[in-house]
């Protein structure tokens, strides 16, 4: 057996909150959020999102990130179905303070990747102890 | 005191106990979420990638999702009515860095799919974009239906 099989993991889907006016499932993103020295980094798996399609909104500590999925046309009947097409829709309060100015967003092979650079304030400070 | 990392614990002597435990929870939720009135969940196989295979008259369409996996690391192959999705799911590579979340898996996969018809192996179209596969299978002449015309007197 292989060290890591892959395994599907089912789409959550968004359970309450803003309700959409689009009769489209919505989706809770996988998202892998890592801390730097430097900055906050997330990755969020939004499959079928193209690159104009990404809404990523900052209000204070909020952090919204919104993928819409074009509508999909399946073509002729449906033999095999294990997904369902979907918008994505995260929210996450931030606790460091972030350089608004420098964010930057990236989407390739539908995955979503933002940097997110803390601000000089937040950034832990090196103190040198002198010895006399 | 020996310490465990979790994920690393494994069942002795029973390789894909997990596995089979996993698949048996995945079977109750459907069944309870049917039972409860829910919507129409997939008969998920559980093996990644997800797919969607439709047909018509002239072609089969198979789609999955990919995220995060490259053109180059999918192999993708047909054998008879045999269609095999492979590859692997690389981690991003990042040192000296605290994980707060980590919740998006890598790891090999391999997923094989018996056709409803024989395909002409030669004419299929592969398309990646955005985290979406898509492939059109094309049905060879002899498994198409034909119309038959009825000559009137």
């Not at chain 2, 069944?31 to 295979?53: D, Q």
Request: overall charge negative.
């Amino acid at each position: 057996m292989a060290e890591t099989d892959l395994q599907i993991e089912e789409k959550k889907a968004v359970q309450a909150g803003g309700e959409s006016t689009r009769d489209f499932p919505v989706f809770i993103p996988a998202v892998d959020i890592y801390e730097s020295e430097n900055a906050l980094t997330l990755l969020a798996d939004m499959p079928g999102v193209p690159i104009d399609k990404i809404d990523i909104d900052l209000d204070s500590d909020q952090l919204t990130i919104r993928g819409t999925v074009p509508q999909q046309e399946l073509k002729g009947k449906v033999i095999f179905k294990e997904f369902t097409y979907g918008d994505y829709y995260r929210q996450f309060t931030l606790s460091s303070d972030i350089d608004r100015g420098k964010i930057e967003a990236s989407i390739k092979e539908g995955v979503l990747k933002l940097v997110l650079p803390k601000a000089e304030a937040a950034k832990p400070k090196k103190i040198t102890v002198q010895s006399t | 005191m020996a310490i465990f990392r979790y994920p690393n614990w494994r069942w002795p002597d029973l390789p894909g106990a997990m596995e089979d435990f996993e698949r048996a929870r995945r079977q109750m939720d459907r069944l309870l979420s049917v039972f409860s009135g829910g919507t129409e969940t997939a008969a998920s196989s559980g093996v990644f990638p997800p797919l969607i295979v439709t047909e018509d008259e002239d072609k089969i369409y198979v789609e999955a999702e990919i995220p995060g996996i490259k053109a180059e690391d999918l192999e993708i192959s047909v054998v008879g009515r045999t269609l095999t999705l492979s590859g692997e799911r690389k981690p991003e590579e990042a040192q000296e860095v605290n994980y707060h979340r980590r919740e998006r898996k890598w790891g090999s996969f391999r997923k094989a799919l018996t056709l409803p018809e024989d395909v002409n192996a030669e004419a299929v179209k592969a398309e990646c974009k955005d985290g979406l596969l898509k492939l059109v299978l094309p049905k060879p002449e002899h498994v198409k239906p034909r119309k038959i015309t009825i000559n009137g007197q």
